[in-house]
């Protein structure tokens, strides 16, 4: 079974632009999380997609949004991009999500760097 | 609000040694506890769960305890090899919060 995957890889963007990151879950998993990661914050929870609708979310401004398609792929956006966006963005899948009480995927992660 | 704590931040070892990984936490209404293992510029790989009404999960040379009433997880490697030599997170789910909140992780280096 092929675990998460997540696109791209590397991503180089300019203050003020926007990106959009993908994260394809493991086949049957209906949930996906979304985590930054900083050298300075450490791994924050960024939002949990499930079914489509938008389960959880974490204290990060609205700049950052997701949605999730109906094959269970999700995309995050981030809009107006800054300088403290830099960072590696993870995604996790599972089963049922963070409501139940089971094992997180994760991938890979998109490295992202904002100049 | 829950706050995951990770001492020591690094640690080096020599091949073979047993070792333990502490992890602390704020509020002890705790859905689950996790240990994960995230290789350098990689993604994490989930070690084990406990759930909050267990005390300990064992997986090979691995094994992790909880105590929610002292609000402690210890992460116990035996007789470890350089090839564990990663960053280890524990993460907690509250109760009553559907998110995973996260320590700072410890450097574990296994040195040959």
């Known amino acids: 079974k092929a675990g998460v995957t997540q696109t791209p890889r590397y991503l180089i963007k300019t203050r003020g632009q926007q990106v959009t990151l993908s994260c394809s879950p493991i086949?049957?998993?209906?949930?996906v999380s979304w985590y930054q990661q900083t050298p300075g914050q450490g791994l924050q929870f960024l939002f949990e997609?499930?079914?489509?609708?938008?389960?959880n979310k974490g204290n990060f401004p609205g700049r950052f949004s997701g949605r999730q398609f109906s094959n269970s792929r999700s995309e995050m956006n981030v809009s107006t991009l800054e300088l403290g966006d830099s960072a590696l963005y993870l995604c996790?899948?599972?089963?049922?999500?963070?409501?139940?009480?089971?094992?997180?995927?994760f991938g890979p992660g998109t490295r992202l760097l904002v100049l | 609000k829950q706050e995951v704590t990770q001492i020591p931040a690094a640690l080096s070892v020599p091949e073979g040694e047993n070792l333990v990984l502490n992890c602390s936490f704020t509020?002890?209404?705790?859905?689950?506890l996790q240990w994960f293992r995230q290789d350098p510029g990689k993604g994490l790989t989930s070690l084990l769960l406990i759930q909050s009404s267990q005390r300990e999960q064992t997986s090979g040379r691995l094994n992790a305890s909880l105590d929610k009433s002292s609000g402690r997880s210890t992460l116990y490697i035996a007789a470890s090899q350089p090839g564990d030599s990663a960053t280890y997170l524990c993460?907690?789910?509250?109760?009553?919060?559907?998110?995973?909140?996260f320590g700072s992780g410890t450097r574990l280096l296994v040195r040959p």
């Open positions: 997609y499930f079914s489509e609708t938008q389960r």
């Open positions: 993460a907690c789910r509250g109760d009553s919060s559907y998110k995973l909140i």
């Open positions: 086949s049957g998993h209906r949930s």
């Open positions: 509020d002890s209404a705790i859905y689950n």
């Open positions: 996790a899948s599972s089963l049922l999500g963070l409501a139940a009480s089971e094992t997180q995927y």
